[in-house]
């Protein structure tokens, strides 16, 4: 069951669950020697835990130290003109063992980076959890957050008038090439 606080509903579990296990992209958050970073990076689920590639570097530091991490997804529904938040709180395990990375070359995760990404990165949770807010009538979101209007209809085209035709001021003026 929802629970909802001010407007904004706190997903349950499951539909946290399965909105992670619908997309691909997220954002991971990580902190060494307290400097935080935030990357994108794509990922699957499987077995309740998240796993990505990455190559050498600070994600890889972060998960062989045994890192606190935060991983969060967010996406829109333009026909309900809900948008929602999904945030994994949990720690980031380097994936060593041979028979670990063997199941991990099965995922259907592949790097979307033209760099070597040789190393997979387990993320088990600690916490999952979600929001939905529901957007203001009086808001009107663009396509600066790739916001598509639900099923628009096409505007109406006019064309040059053929000789003798009514001609309509205001309508569009087009020229056959």
Known sequence: MEHVIGGTEELPQEECWHLLEG???GRLAISIADKPDIFPINYVVEGGSLFFRT???TKLAASALLHNVAFEIDGYEPATRTIWSVVVKGRAHQ???MEEV???EELPLFPWAAHP???FVRIDPTSVTGRRFHILDDVNPDASIGWEPPHAPPAPSAVVPRPGDEYHP???YMRPD
């Open 95 to 97: 994936v060593e063992h």
């Open 55 to 57: 190559g050498a570097g």
């Open 117 to 119: 990404k040789p190393n």
């Open 102 to 104: 063997f199941a991990a």
């Open 23 to 25: 997309t691909s992209v």
């Open 170 to 172: 205001g309508a569009p």
